[in-house]
Structure formats: structure tokens, C-alpha cells
């Protein structure tokens, strides 16, 4: 069962639904509760907001869905200050788990995977209790078939399997280098591996990616170039919002 926060429209407006659905059906996963129900932009305008009721009902809605449905484990992306719209997802599925597990249902597990880091990526102490899934070459193939058969996703796939990631900063070059030098060395082998990290028990909010979230460093380029009017930071807005799920939770 899959949840998605957005409908991945980004700032540019364009639902990616239709495409994820298709994709799911292929795989005969099934959509959940929360599934596309808001744009990019309104996530980006409650956050700039200081709506954290938004992200405390959703937490509600995904534990009582996960209960539901009896979820042995939940997997989702990790927050790592690249996209605010990911990082406060897994603050909200975080909360989500720890709500299910206070209800009863302890053995709950919840695991991470990586977007912008190396797909192998994972802290040593956490390497013994990951799970690790080193794809064939039948699965290695279905997998990149499906990217690149995702079309919203296009230039995102082509810059992970050629490990070149100007063509998505294009505009601002300096952040292109920047981004590569952190996330290191990509290209089509990276993703035969797939990493599978545990949540630490009790976590909900991990804090900002130091010096500051890559997110911040871009939205003060574009606010700087006239496309933006405001900038989304960690401090200010994403924070609150784990503050509020801690104090939903009880502490």
C-alpha cells in the first residue's frame, strides 16, 4: 500500500498521479488513504504558514490506515534537506509509527531509503540492522524500464543513471557541483544495490542537514533571481511542524 503526501506537481503545477498510478499497477501495489490529495504548492503554503494541524491530522490519518491494514513495516524516503515536502513527509509517517506502536503494536517497524544519496548510502552503526536487497539483473532491468518509463521524472532519471546532475541546476551551476560533490558518484550500477535503514526508535525529527538544508541554499538563489517571494527553512518552518507531532503524541 502506497502513500504519497503530493500529487509531485512541484512548483510547476503538473500532477505526476496518473503516471505513479500507472506504475503501481504494474507492481500491483495498491494506492492508500493519502495518495496525491495535495499539490507541492499547497504543502510549500502551509509550511510558510505555520499550519502544523495539517501535518498532526495527517499523522492521524496514516496510523489509523496502518492499523487498518495491519502494517508489519513502513517504508518511506529519508529526510536529507534536499526537498522540504520529503523531509516534513517523513517527520509526519515518523509520528505516524509512534502513534501506532503507543496504541499497541510495538513491533511496528519502519524503515528508510535515499532519494538524493547513494542508494548503498547508510551510517555505519546502522549497516548490521539495514536490509539490503542486491537486485539481478532481471529485477536491475524491470527497475530502470520503470524510470525511465515515467516521463514527469525524465530528466531527474537521466541525471541519476548518467551520475550527471547539471541538467537539473542548469541555472545555478555552482549548486549543480555542490549537490555532485555531496552526493558522490551515481550512474546506472548504484542502483542494483537497495538500502533499507531502520528508524531509531522514538524519532521523529533527525534536525537540519548542516551547515543548512540544501533547500534553503537553493530558495535564497531563487528568491535572489525574482522566482521566489519566500524562502522555506528548517528553524522556522519545519521544526515547528515536529514540535507539533511530538506534542500530538504526548511528549
Known amino acids: 500500500m502506497v502513500f504519497t503526501l503530493t500529487d509531485g506537481s512541484g512548483h510547476d503545477g503538473d500532477s505526476r498521479v496518473l503516471s505513479t498510478s500507472r506504475l503501481l499497477a504494474q507492481v500491483d501495489a495498491t494506492p492508500g488513504s493519502v495518495y496525491g490529495r495535495h499539490s507541492d504548492r499547497d504543502i510549500y503554503a502551509a509550511l510558510l504558514a505555520g499550519d502544523t494541524g495539517l501535518f498532526v491530522e495527517l499523522g492521524e490519518e496514516l496510523a ?9 513495516a513502513v517504508v518511506g524516503e529519508a529526510a536529507e534537506g534536499y526537498n522540504p515536502v520529503h523531509d516534513v513527509w517523513r517527520m509526519t509517517v515518523n509520528a505516524a509509527v509512534e502513534r501506532v506502536r503507543s496504541d499497541g503494536a510495538p513491533a511496528l517497524l519502519s524503515y528508510e531509503f535515499t532519494l538524493f544519496a547513494h542508494p548503498a548510502s547508510c551510517p555505519p552503526e546502522l549497516r548490521a540492522e539495514a536490509i539490503w536487497l542486491e537486485l539481478d539483473e532481471e529485477a536491475w532491468q524491470r527497475k530502470l524500464g520503470a524510470a525511465r518509463a515515467y516521463p514527469e521524472l525524465a530528466r531527474e532519471t537521466e541525471a541519476a543513471l548518467t551520475g550527471d546532475l547539471s541538467g537539473l541546476l542548469d ?3 555552482e549548486l549543480a557541483a555542490a549537490a555532485s560533490d555531496a552526493i558522490g558518484p551515481l550512474g546506472a550500477e ?9 528508524i531509531p526508535a522514538g524519532e521523529i525529527d533527525r534536525g537540519p542537514s548542516p551547515p543548512k538544508p540544501f533547500y534553503e541554499i537553493y530558495g535564497e ?3 535572489a533571481a525574482g522566482r521566489y517571494s519566500r524562502i522555506i527553512r528548517y528553524r522556522d518552518h519545519l521544526e515547528p511542524v ?10
Open 242 to 251: 515536529g514540535a507539533a507531532l511530538r506534542n500530538w503524541l504526548g511528549g
Open 171 to 173: 541555472a545555478f551551476p
Open 64 to 72: 489509523q490506515a496502518f492499523r487498518a491494514c495491519g502494517a508489519d
Open 190 to 198: 548504484a542502483f542494483r544495490v537497495e538500502c533499507l535503514r531502520p
Open 221 to 223: 538563489k531563487q528568491v
